[in-house]
């Protein structure tokens, strides 16, 4: 089991540009959850998804954040344009059922 | 609306010594509470959970919770720390209206030789 995996570990950008973060869910884990941690948030349910089809969206900042989830192992979150206030540490996590979350190791996004 | 929260942002225990992280929490109906660690650099790994049955909870590496409903409280817990668990503790809620988690602020814990 390699776990969830997050791609890219960190990623540095300019205000402005597109970001686009990608997560490979735990095979056979039909619930996949996006999170984002900051100092001063903590952690904030952005957005999750269950069998493939977005549940709760309502944490998703703005419209310059979107979520897809186009098959049971592939999921990306996409800022665009970035700011520089969307730096944080994002993470991606999935379970079967009502089992435990499992978290992947985060994407560290800095935007300057 | 559940929320839980953590009202300490650090505690700091000597090796040996047992160790309390608090968690009290407020929920509609009952609660599934869960506590999760964080080391640097990675994500959160599930320690246990309370769901129902005994209010003693144990969990991952030694650690074990305790539920209590009068005082809506879910303390972790562990006889004796060891430097290893110096960590980021999150208490969790699960939403019983959408099923996500709920997460505290988080509380850093320092364990010193």
């Known amino acids: 089991d390699a776990g969830v995996i997050q791609s890219p570990r960190h990623e540095v950008t300019e205000m402005g540009q597109e970001v686009t973060l990608r997560c490979k869910p735990i095979?056979?884990?039909?619930?996949l959850f996006w999170y984002r941690q900051t100092m001063m948030r903590g952690l904030e349910l952005l957005i999750y998804?269950?069998?493939?089809?977005?549940?709760?969206d309502s944490g998703m900042p703005e419209d310059r954040f979107s979520a897809k989830m186009p098959n049971a192992s592939f999921s990306t979150l996409k800022i665009q344009p970035s700011e520089p206030r969307d730096s944080a540490v994002y993470f991606c996590?999935?379970?079967?059922?009502?089992?435990?979350?499992?978290f992947g190791n985060g994407t560290r996004l800095t935007v300057t | 609306a559940q929320s839980v929260a953590q009202p300490e942002d650090q505690v700091n225990v000597a090796e040996g010594n047992p160790l309390t992280v608090k968690c009290t929490y407020s929920?509609?109906?009952?609660?599934?509470l869960f506590w999760y660690v964080q080391y640097p650099n990675r994500g959160l790994q599930f320690l246990l959970k309370?769901?129902?049955?005994?209010?003693l909870v144990k969990g991952s590496y030694g650690f074990e919770a305790e539920f209590n409903k009068s005082q809506t409280s879910f303390h972790l817990k562990k006889p004796s720390a060891l430097v290893s668990d110096s960590a980021l503790y999150f208490c969790?809620?699960?939403?019983?209206?959408?099923?996500?988690?709920?997460f505290g602020k988080g509380t850093k814990l320092s364990v010193k030789p």
């Open positions: 095979s056979g884990h039909n619930s």
């Open positions: 996590a999935s379970r079967q059922g009502d089992s435990p979350l499992h």
């Open positions: 309370y769901i129902t049955g005994d209010n």
């Open positions: 998804f269950n069998n493939n089809v977005p549940i709760d």
């Open positions: 969790a809620v699960r939403d019983t209206g959408q099923g996500n988690l709920i």
């Open positions: 929920v509609s109906g009952n609660p599934y």
